[in-house]
T-cell receptor, first 111, second 110 residues
């Protein structure tokens, strides 16, 4: 099925470990986004990529890095995980003025 | 940053009842969106609004883009058990700066 695919679906890390969350879309969308979702809060934008080769900070970028590997793939990296980064992470993609389409999320726990 | 206030936080209703939820913002938006999220899944778009005053329906769902561009509401008529979930409003001034409300958790009792 067409859409946004995120891997892994679940992950547990120890404080200080590093990890890369993967996201791929097959809708030929230009823009891709990474959000985090915490209890009682709306989604908050971490980083986005308006087009292949460009990335920009969102609302809460500290502690994260991203790579727009090609038009399809946009990865999120935690270099040294902290308990405050325990969250559900969503990737989304979009083209033109159309609404964003979301993946099913990665549930990340940091002990 | 821009703040979105979504209310109510939660609703417990009987099957067949109508539901209304809304979002207000301290800033104006060019686009208002309403998403639904089921457990373990990502948000799914319900309705998109692109013009102040716009009223749009999608089956039993109706949403409006407020005239001031600072608010939007979503109505669900004749609720059914599968309407259960978390509903999020989202507003954006440009494509790359979308802000979300904290969500309305809807429970429908059969």
């Amino acid at each position: 099925n067409a859409g946004v695919t995120q891997t892994p679906k679940f992950q547990v890390l120890k404080t200080g470990q590093s990890m890369t969350l993967q996201c791929a879309q097959d809708m030929n969308h230009n823009s891709m986004y990474w959000y985090r979702q915490d209890p009682g809060m709306g989604l908050r934008l971490i980083y986005y990529s308006a087009s292949e080769g460009t990335t920009d900070k969102g609302e809460v970028p500290n502690g994260y890095n991203v790579s727009r590997l090609n038009k399809r793939e946009f990865s999120l990296r935690l270099e040294s995980a902290a308990p405050s980064q325990t969250s559900v992470y969503f990737c989304a993609s979009q083209t033109g003025n159309q609404p964003q389409h979301f993946g099913d999320g990665t549930r990340l726990s940091i002990l | 940053g821009q703040q979105l206030n979504q209310s109510p936080q939660s609703m417990f209703i009987q099957e067949g009842e109508d539901v209304s939820m809304n979002c207000t913002s301290s800033s104006i938006f060019n686009t208002w969106l309403w998403y639904k999220q089921d457990p373990g899944e990502g948000p799914v778009l319900l309705i998109a609004l692109y013009k102040a005053g716009e009223l749009t329906s999608n089956g039993r769902l109706t949403a409006q883009f407020g005239i001031t561009r600072k608010d939007s509401f979503l109505n669900i008529s004749a609720s059914i058990p599968s309407d259960v979930g978390i509903y999020f409003c989202a507003g954006s001034f440009n494509n790359n700066d979308m802000r979300f409300g904290a969500g309305t958790r809807l429970t429908v009792k059969p």
